[in-house]
């Protein structure tokens, strides 16, 4: 058990950060303002982006795909195209407000707790970007036997998260334990939960709900993962 179980008024509080940050959100993946690292920094960025992507459109996603955690839609974009079905779940309508591909006909839409969801509908792949990161260590085995549990079998998993130099970004004000204090463009602090897993530890609590998942990293700056159910 982790030293600082997460409470559900962390978790709520997690999620409460990220309807307030909706319409800036997306300045972190463009780089935009306090982002803005100069040319050098910000290509080291995209090229690295470019990589976890190029993992992304080189998997398998098969036909009917659930994206959890989609936020603004940066990964939907790249999903939505490829799929027969696009299911996203996210707890924050006013992330969901900026995702452009919410109103494509193959695309369904959840405001869900992902902490309590569940569905009967079986999917090709399950994929979740900058998410697993969110999800609370004594949460971590729970959160793979769900994703293997709305898998078909000889499902695909496809996950991509920060590496921990992301403790550095401009709005983060302090970290201790599985705990991050993030800073909004008003000036206001919300605590969230960041985990920088070890691949070792998602190999394993992957492996234990039945997905083989190979973990890898950008360069300096992501950790993606490839998963397939047995
Ligand atoms: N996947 C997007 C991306 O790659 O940019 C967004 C990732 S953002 C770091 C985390 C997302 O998790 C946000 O869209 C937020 O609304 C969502 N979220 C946070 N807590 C949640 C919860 N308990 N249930 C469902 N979604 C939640």
């Keep these: 058990m982790a030293e600082d179980p997460i409470t559900e008024g962390d978790l709520a509080e997690q999620l409460a950060y990220y309807s307030q940050r909706a319409p800036h959100y997306d300045d972190w993946w463009l780089r935009r303002g306090v982002f803005d690292k100069g040319d050098a920094a910000n290509s080291v960025w ?24 989609p936020g603004t839609g940066t990964w939907s ?9 696009l299911t996203l779940v996210d707890g924050s309508a006013e992330m969901l407000a900026h995702n452009p591909v919410t109103a494509s006909p193959q695309v369904r839409t959840q405001i869900a707790d992902l902490f309590t969801w569940d569905t009967e509908e079986r999917f090709d792949s399950v994929v979740f970007t900058f998410w697993i990161s969110h999800v609370p260590r004594e949460r971590l085995a729970s959160f793979f036997t769900r994703v293997a549990s709305w898998l078909r079998p000889g499902g695909t998993v496809f996950f991509v998260d920060d590496a921990p130099v992301s403790s550095s970004e ?9 705990k ?3 800073l909004l463009n008003d000036g206001t602090r919300a605590t969230i939960v960041k985990n ?8 394993d609590a992957a492996v234990r709900a039945g997905i083989t998942l190979q ?9 993606y993962g490839l998963g397939r159910k047995h």
């Design 77 to 85: 974009v790249h999903l939505a195209p490829r799929a027969a079905t």
């Design 180 to 182: 991050m204090v993030r």
């Design 170 to 178: 401009p709005h983060v004000a302090a970290t201790a334990g599985q």
């Design 46 to 69: 995209f090229r690295e982006a470019g990589v976890a992507l190029a993992a992304l459109e080189a998997a398998d996603l098969g036909a009917d795909v659930l994206e959890l955690a």
């Design 196 to 203: 920088f897993y070890t691949a070792d530890e998602l190999v």
């Design 215 to 223: 973990v890898q990293e950008t360069g300096t700056l992501f950790q």
